[in-house]
């Protein structure tokens, strides 16, 4: 049997980059994946027009899994919505910009997993997901930035610690109901960017290389299966080392 036989998974922003092998993965290995993104170039097998920053429009898209499926096994909050300003310094964050990426990107993953509780309590069962980062758990270096216009973002560092803790408090809240919350948290992911940043943070990583999509797909896969029905309130590193030094 596929480790992830019958279950039946919610993915939001399953169109995205680390979102495309996430569901591609959890699909060869048996799962029913729903793709919950606002856009579906993927053509993704099952997908739900969702915007999770609305609650009327995470209650339609939860409903239509009802309906076709029944069930809610698996939820991974992996969206990822932001503002246009996303990547200004600190100092040029406005604080209406920083409100809206912490309402969009830690408020929204709050109100879809309150909205999906309901339904694993009614089999006893679940497991959550909250795609986290290594800079919810420590400051970033902020050499690898230099002599390139990335900006390391202050709004992400509180969004994605707050997330951290908040999977520990759920954890803690439905341990007893069998519902599993935790975090997978990735090291930073090659995407095109600038040379030099890649090349500063390959120098920094212990295994001198960015990470990949399909590096982290795996770790989301584990935390759903059965193989770890015994783990929550964790946070899985994935991230080369990063942290380790
Ligand atoms: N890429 C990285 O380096 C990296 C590293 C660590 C953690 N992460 C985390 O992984 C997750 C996914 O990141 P990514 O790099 O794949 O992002 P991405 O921008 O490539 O994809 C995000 C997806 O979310 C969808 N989305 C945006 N707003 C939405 C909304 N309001 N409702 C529903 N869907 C919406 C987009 O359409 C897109 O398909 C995020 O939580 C991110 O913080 C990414």
């Given amino acids: ?26 699909e060869e290995r048996g799962a029913t994946v729903i793709n919950f993104d606002l856009n ?13 920053r609305e609650e009327t429009s995470i ?36 604080a209406e910009s920083w409100k809206t990426n912490v309402d969009w990107q830690l408020n929204s993953y709050a109100l879809i997993t309150q909205k999906v509780i309901p339904y694993m309590r009614e089999k006893s069962k679940g497991s959550i997901i909250f795609m986290t980062s290594i800079y919810g758990i420590v400051g970033n270096d902020m050499t690898i930035y230099e002599d390139t216009n990335i900006n390391a973002v202050a709004t992400y560092s509180a969004i994605k610690g707050g997330l951290i803790s908040f999977s520990k408090f759920l954890a803690s809240l439905y341990g ?3 519902i599993r919350v935790n975090c ?32 982290i797909s795996p770790a989301v896969a584990f935390l759903l299966s059965d193989d770890s029905k015994y783990i929550t309130g964790h946070n899985l590193v994935v991230d080369g080392g990063w942290t380790a030094i």
């Fill in 176 to 178: 007893k109901e069998n």
């Fill in 40 to 52: 579906n170039p993927e053509d993704s097998k099952y997908f739900v027009a969702c915007d999770i």
């Fill in 59 to 94: 209650e339609k898209a939860i409903s239509s899994v009802i309906e076709n499926f029944g069930r809610i096994d698996g939820l991974v909050n992996n969206a990822y919505p932001r503002t246009s300003d996303w990547g200004s310094s600190f100092e040029n964050t406005s």
């Fill in 1 to 26: 049997m596929k480790q992830l036989e019958n279950k039946i998974v919610i993915v939001t922003g399953g169109s995205g980059l680390l979102g495309k092998s996430i569901v591609q993965l959890l």
């Fill in 184 to 215: 997978v948290s990735p090291g930073g992911i090659f995407d095109h960017q600038d040379p030099k940043f890649v090349s500063a943070y390959e120098h920094k990583v212990p295994m001198k290389r960015m990470g990949n999509p399909d590096d």
